[in-house]
């Protein structure tokens, strides 16, 4: 089984940065990449940005590319994602999600393990 577990949302003022955290626990695979998911109230969830095993290969939805950087540090078991120039469209609840694969996906069905999520609210 693997864990994820999200941290680091909240309220932030638009313009402004935030970091979210993922921790993964349990048996996690050691070939997996990474995603970002959001979703707002009303609407479907959405890619934000995925990160390869390694971590040398990211993609990003274009509504984020440019303003949001995800990176991962394998000896901690962590995903990071930070929001620079936030925007009141990115109030969301964000997720973060696992593959059992080397490779990068953009859609919620291609990804094994997710947590609970975090909410990011901006102000404006």
């Known amino acids: 089984q693997v864990r994820l577990v999200e941290s680091g949302g909240g309220l932030v003022q638009a313009g402004d940065s935030l970091r979210l955290s993922c921790a993964a626990s349990?048996?996690?695979?050691?070939?997996?990449?990474m995603g970002w998911f959001r979703q707002a109230p009303g609407k479907e969830r959405e890619f934000v940005a995925a990160?390869?095993?390694?971590?040398?290969?990211?993609d990003y939805a274009d509504s984020v590319k440019g303003r949001f950087t995800i990176t991962r540090d394998n000896t901690k078991n962590a995903v990071f994602l930070l929001m620079n120039s936030v925007k009141p469209d990115d109030a969301a609840v964000y997720y973060c999600?696992?593959?059992?694969?080397?490779?990068?996906?953009?859609?919620?069905?291609?990804?094994?393990?997710w947590g609970q999520g975090t909410q990011v609210t901006v102000s404006s």
């Open positions: 999600a696992a593959r059992t694969s080397y490779l990068i996906a953009r859609t919620p069905v291609e990804y094994a393990y």
């Open positions: 349990g048996r996690t695979f050691g070939s997996n990449s």
């Open positions: 990160i390869t095993w390694r971590g040398g290969m990211q």
